[in-house]
């Protein structure tokens, strides 16, 4: 990560204001984890230029976040494996994330996110025979996730800005030369994504 900020308050309330540039070329993260015979391997890389991550219970939460990002922001997980049980080889790359969590009642959020940096995922995997593979990459410009209290009556506020001009892609490849039994293959890739809810997805 470039910029990280977490605040967590248990009983008590929360007025951040948080401002987070990063203006260094790259923030790239790789790994690769290679085994002739595995029977559970798995590979990931995660790659994030500004990270917020607000989380409250017993009082509000005002947060004012506003991120920056223009560097070049890369995610690359490789496994190998020639006999294996479960695999799994995920890539994840975020030019600016926000989440805010709220267990009370009261949220107020005023967001802003600018992305010009290129963000780019790349998961891969190859083997020759076995049972479950799972490759996935995700790739995003800008992102924020708030939620209140689901159990009581929750309020949320919210205020969000966000620009991305950068590219942003999301790449997965898996090779099975011999056999297997799941094989589960998928990419996301958004510029832009904002989730805000005050009541559990799918729930009531």
């Known amino acids: 990560m470039g910029n990280t900020v977490a605040s967590t308050v ?10 987070q540039r990063q203006t260094g070329a790259a923030v790239w993260a790789t790994t690769s984890a290679n085994a002739g015979n595995a029977w559970d391997l798995a590979g990931r890389a995660r790659a994030t ?14 947060s004012r976040t506003d991120q920056g990002n223009v560097a070049d922001v890369r995610a ?12 799994t080889s995920h890539a994840g790359a975020t030019a600016n994330s926000v989440h805010v969590g709220n267990a009370d009642i009261y ?3 005023d967001n802003t996110q600018v992305n010009s940096g290129g963000v780019q995922a790349d998961a891969s995997f190859q083997g020759n025979g076995g049972y479950d593979a799972y490759v996935g990459a ?5 992102t924020i996730t708030a939620y209140s209290c689901s159990d009581c009556p929750g309020y949320l506020e919210a205020a969000n800005t ?8 999301a790449t997965a490849n898996t090779r099975v ?19 805000f809810y005050v009541t559990r997805p799918g729930g009531d």
């Not at 995700?138 to 800008?142: R, T």
């Not at 030369?177 to 989730?195: C, P, Y």
Request: aromatic share 2%; glycine share 12%; net charge negative.
């Open 138 to 142: 995700d790739a995003a410009g800008n």
């Open 76 to 87: 690359n997980a490789i496994v190998t494996a020639y006999d294996f049980g479960e695999v």
């Open 49 to 62: 230029a500004n990270h917020v991550a607000v989380a409250n219970q017993g009082g509000s939460v005002i």
């Open 10 to 19: 248990t009983q008590g309330d929360q007025d951040l204001t948080i401002r």
């Open 162 to 169: 966000q620009v991305n001009s950068g590219a942003v892609t």
């Open 177 to 195: 030369d011999s056999h297997g039994r799941a094989v589960i293959t998928g990419v996301n890739a958004v510029g832009n994504s904002a989730t």
């Open 107 to 109: 949220v107020r959020i």
